[in-house]
Each structure stands twice: as C-alpha cells, then as structure tokens.
C-alpha cells in the first residue's frame, strides 16, 4: 500500500546538473580572465615604451622624493640635463648640465662566496 502511494505521489522536479560541464565553464572562463588581464598589462608596457617616428626628446632619467609633496627630477632633452624641483608651489628648474653627458662607472659587486665557505664561517664563529 506503501508503495503505491509513493508511486502515485508526484516526483519533485530536481534539475538534472552536469557537475563536470559547469566546473569546466568556470574553469575555462577564469582561465579567459586571467589571460586578459595578462594581455592588457602587455599592451599597456608596449604602448608606454613606443618610440615615435622622430624619437623622443624628453625624457625622465631619475626622480627622488623629498618629502610627501616634493620631487627632484632628472629629466634630459634635447641632448641636455635637467635637475627640476617639482612640489606644491609649482615647477622650478634648479640646475641645467652644460656640456656633455657624465659617463657614471658602475660599482663592482662584492665577490660573492661559495655556499660551504659560508656554512664554515658560521660554524667557526658559534
């Protein structure tokens, strides 16, 4: 009797889910994601670097931050330096290199030691 009520009782409409098609969508879609996000940082830094036809004149070579508000900048153009201080009250050229481009020698680094040189140096000093 049991039985025959269960059997005449209406089934409750469960959608039938494909676990496997839908975690491959989402799968696939972070995947589309994350791969333009990837793309759009390739265009960016191959859009800023673009040289021009005639090349670029102006360029920033070194800024350093004096306080929160004030910058010195480097800037070259046109083949001369520029040291500009920029900050609240606006921009203002503090010094214009004449002559040629100071050619800067590059540090040597420290030599650097083998890892059992140092693993015998720390023992001997324990």
């Not at 039938?16 to 696939?28: A, K, M, Q």
Request: with cysteine; charged share 20%; glycine share 10%.
């Amino acid at each position: 009797m049991m039985n025959d009520m269960l059997a005449r009782a209406p089934m409750a409409s469960v959608p039938d889910i494909n676990v496997t098609g839908e975690l491959i969508r989402v799968v696939l879609s972070l995947g589309a994601i994350v791969a333009l996000i990837f793309a759009a940082g390739w265009l960016t830094r191959r859009l800023q670097s673009r040289q021009f036809v005639g090349g670029r004149r102006l360029r920033c070579i070194e800024t350093m931050s004096i306080s929160a508000r004030e910058r010195v900048l480097l800037i070259e153009a046109d083949g001369k330096r520029l040291l500009v201080g920029v900050g609240t009250g606006g921009v203002r050229a503090l010094h214009v290199y004449e002559g040629a481009v100071p050619v800067e020698a590059a540090p040597t680094p420290a030599p650097v030691l083998p890892f059992a040189e140092l693993l015998n140096r720390l023992g001997r000093k324990s």
